[in-house]
């Protein structure tokens, strides 16, 4: 999985995703073909993939906490959970994920771990180009790929990078830098909604622009925000750190909550995980490293917790097994 | 920028209005935006919402070969098929205008485009310069001098 690999600038980084829309030449898009027409485009995409390399799966061949998983996993949209006319390409990494009959034919996405944007752009371009060869996307000079969305074409690719930025958000400085990130076409989001505080501290910076702007364009200008944010959050860090003993405090009494929890809801468990995570980045923890960090971070989802203990269980045992998976995986 | 319902956070969400033809563009936090109802907008392939002039709505151009409209566009965010970029062209230059500003794909044959990523930096400022020159003649045809000039200052900076 990407996630728990850890890699460049995995302190602040934790992950690249690029995706491409596709439409198939001939067809109409998604959202008026019936459901005979989609099958019809799955069946063009599993005839196109290498089948050593990638799988193809019917979505309404998977299980619904398997498929909510998934969206956890941030390798499927929330709009494509219940698709029963949707299928998944992925290979067995899961590096790259392609959603079929989605809002696009194709919505093709690569991840990596840490700060990695040219090897998703490279894995991307060469599984796109492979299919290309047996699929015909529906171009023009004009306008570039021409998909169901108008205001994604031309490139119709979006570059993210998912970033943990606890100490900028301690500091409430990040406002200022997210909009000069706007000024230049860059939009953030938080993963967790608006509100940076209580969630986890995690953003998705992406390109909003796709007309107009080559790749490399788009890939240098994200990269650009990127690059400027990571050395603002360590900067931060630093300064939190040195400026007394809350910050180390914070750290351990989140560490010291984890391992010793007997229930614990999704929202706190993210929480105390950020804080643990900003510790063992910064070296204030060193007997945990960071891909189990950002492993736990996915696991303890509710769905995907589900999956991986392989049991089913109301809300109120869910805080229970989840309290007990993090204490069992942090000792 | 303040999100201009509640006052309070970042506005991250654009929202385009047009009332009568007056176009007006809101800018939303992302909660106010869900409040408001403003469809999806956790996804960052999510729709905008556009602004499609009542003039070019009264039209009632329907595409050939789906049927798709201008308000059905209007009224999901989606068009129905390739041929539809061709059916409303026009309609779209603006609003494509507006949101990227810019409204032609950059030309990148797919060849080059696999050598782009092993191209040495000069290579790759041969073909940018080649690229604007191309720009140029664009936009002369379509008499938008002033950003041609632009164009043409940017190429002098490469070439120096
Ligand atoms: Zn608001
Ligand atoms: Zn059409």
Known sequence: MWFNNISKDSDVVISSRIRFARSIEGYKFPHILNSKELNNIITLVDRAIDKDEYKLFMMRDIDEVTQNALKEQHLISKEFVGNDNGAIVANADNTIVAMINEEDHLRIQAFESGFNIDKCYDKIC???DDINEKIKFAKSDKYGYLISCPTNIGSAMRVSVMLHLPALSKMKLLNKLFDQAMEIGISVRGLYGEN?????????ISNQKTL???????????????TSIIEQERKAREALLNSGITLEDTIYRSY????????????????LLSNVRLGVSTNVIS??????????MINIEPNTLRTILKEEFDEKEENIKR?????KELI | MKCQSCGKKEATVKYYENINGIKKELHFCMDCASKLGFAEFSDIFSPMFLPISSYDLEDNIKCKTCGYTLEDYSRTGLLGCPDCYDTFGDSLDDIF????????????????????RSMSDEEAKKYKIKELKNKIKDLIDEERYEEAAKVRDEIKKLER
């Open chain 1, 126 to 128: 060469q599984f796109t």
């Open chain 1, 287 to 296: 007997d945990l490293s960071l891909d189990k960090i950002q492993t736990l």
């Open chain 2, 97 to 116: 205008y507006k949101i990227h500003g810019k409204n032609r794909h950059i030309k990148m044959p797919d060849k080059l485009k696999k050598q782009s």
């Open chain 1, 196 to 204: 940076s505080d209580s969630t986890g501290n995690i953003f998705q």
């Open chain 1, 323 to 327: 309290a007990e998976y993090i204490r």
């Open chain 1, 212 to 226: 107009g702007v080559s790749d490399e364009d788009i890939i240098y200008n994200v990269k650009l925000v990127v």
């Open chain 1, 256 to 271: 010291g909550i984890l391992k010793n929890a007997r229930t614990i809801d999704n929202d706190e468990a993210i929480k």
